[in-house]
């Protein structure tokens, strides 16, 4: 089926195509097909960094070579905060619907559970985007806010759903 990995560094040319990819298939990122604005080495420092500490992680899945989807989580490392973390999962438009969107976020809760510190998970998405909605209430996270025109994509502005799943209760 899928490989799951850790990205590495090596894994940064083309995770570079694959956002362009997945950013000219859906308005739901916040970025379109330009991808992110990194430089190859810029991506490689990025891509390291968040499997080199103790509170980040980003994983991706590929379809034998190819990079189909990208998971991360991103903990907050300041004393009074370092309970939260923030997480981001895409997926090219081919592969949805075929379970990895799970199959990630499960990896991402599994790592905050096995963190010493996160206890709350949270997120953003565009309140149209029902698919990814679906995903996250399927995990338990609740919408506890509406950040109301938060992303403009061209002139049409969308509300954010503010989402988190609470891991001490």
């Not at 998971?71 to 490392?77: E, P, S, V």
């Not at 996160?118 to 029902?130: A, P």
């Amino acid at each position: 089926m899928y490989k799951i990995e850790l990205a590495k560094a090596s894994d940064a040319k083309e995770m570079l195509n694959y956002l362009k990819s997945v950013g000219s298939e859906t308005d739901f990122l916040l970025f379109g097909n330009e991808g992110v604005d990194l430089t190859l080495e810029q991506e490689a420092q990025f891509l390291d960094s968040m499997n080199q500490t103790t509170h980040s992680r980003m994983y991706i899945a590929k379809d034998a070579s190819k990079i189909v989807a990208t998971a991360h989580i991103q903990g907050k490392t300041k004393i009074r905060t370092r309970h939260k973390a923030v997480i981001g999962i895409s997926v090219l438009k081919d592969y949805w619907g075929q379970g990895i969107g799970s199959i990630l976020m499960k990896k991402l809760i599994d790592f905050a559970k096995s963190n010493n510190h996160i206890e709350i998970i949270y997120l953003e998405v565009i309140s149209t985007n029902t698919r990814a909605i679906n995903l996250y209430k399927k995990f338990g996270f609740i919408t506890y806010a509406t950040d109301g025109s938060s992303t403009k994509v061209g002139n049409q502005y969308f509300d954010n759903l503010l989402m988190r799943l609470d891991l001490y209760k």
